[in-house]
T-cell receptor, first 109, second 113 residues
Framework: GENVEQHPSTLSVQEGDSAVIKCTYS??????FPWYKQELGKRPQLIID?????GEKKDQRIAVTLNKTAKHFSLHITETQPEDSAVYFC????????FGAGTTVTVRA | NAGVTQTPKFQVLKTGQSMTLQCAQD?????MSWYRQDPGMGLRLIHY???????DQGEVPNGYNVSRSTTEDFPLRLLSAAPSQTSVYFC????????????FGQGTRLTVV
């Protein structure tokens, strides 16, 4: 089955700086790569996703890149704000959705 | 339009007790799944269903049973609770097996003592 690895497990950034989270996947059949944000005590919610036929996607301060050859994808958050503090999960979908272990992002004011 | 409704929100069980976590959706989506969330381990798939009458095992199925008699409901049963099943459980719903946004229920925090 699919194995998704996510790094780093924790990330502390100064407000206004950028944050980058990296994930790798094992199954070349995976074709959909979403990112979820989970605030404390809340459910995960989709923030951005990318399909295997696209290399990069951007939505305001958030961008995702995908390298199918290397089987890795990354989340980039620019101009971080305190409300970006949360746990972020990457995931890969072949016929089911497999998640990484999560990254706890803390934005310092 | 409630989306994905998961109950209960909190539950404490004694070792050996059984219970059912409920998940109901009004989105008319075919694909439903159960995950457990433990610190440092992300979301791990327990069981999933691609439609009524069809279920399959995920990554960590032992100790859990599921059934899918309708499109709307996908209950998760713990047959004999163990402390290792202490976790936060999420039900998730998507509209296809090809990869689209998953909508999560509010979660159930289960403690087994």
């Amino acid at each position: 089955g699919e194995n998704v690895e996510q790094h780093p497990s924790t990330l502390s950034v100064q407000e206004g700086d950028s944050a980058v989270i990296k994930c790798t996947y094992s199954d070349s059949a995976s074709n959909y790569f979403p990112w979820y944000k989970q605030e404390l005590g809340k459910r995960p919610q989709l923030i951005i996703d990318i399909r295997s036929n696209v290399g990069e996607k951007k939505d305001q301060r958030i961008a995702v890149t995908l390298n199918k050859t290397a089987k890795h994808f990354s989340l980039h958050i620019t101009e971080t704000q305190p409300e970006d503090s949360a746990v972020y999960f990457c995931a890969a979908h072949d016929y089911k959705l497999s998640f990484g272990a999560g990254t706890t992002v803390t934005v310092r004011a | 339009n409630a989306g994905v409704t998961q109950t209960p929100k909190f539950q404490v069980l004694k070792t050996g007790q059984s219970m059912t976590l409920q998940c109901a959706q009004d989105m008319n989506h075919e694909y439903m799944s159960w995950y457990r969330q433990d610190p440092g381990m992300g979301l791990r798939l327990i069981h999933y269903s691609v439609g009524a009458g069809i279920t399959d095992q995920g990554e960590v199925p032992n100790g859990y049973n599921v059934s899918r008699s309708t499109t709307e409901d996908f209950p998760l049963r713990l047959l004999s609770a163990a402390p290792s099943q202490t976790s936060v459980y999420f039900c998730a719903v998507t509209d296809s097996t090809s990869g689209t946004e998953a909508f999560f229920g509010q979660g159930t925090r289960l403690t087994v003592v």
